[in-house]
């Protein structure tokens, strides 16, 4: 299984993101990140 997660930067997006790393059925994991002030067009 792959896996994306949205703003694993919060704790409880940290949770899933190590229970993905840590998971033998998860094959791949992606993360997608934006850096403070950045704006979301």
Known sequence: MNVL????SGSA???VLRACLSSSAV???RTM??????KVL
């Open 33 to 38: 990140l934006l850096e403070r002030g950045a």
């Open 13 to 15: 997006e940290g949770s």
């Open 27 to 29: 094959k791949e994991v």
């Open 5 to 8: 997660i949205f703003g694993a």
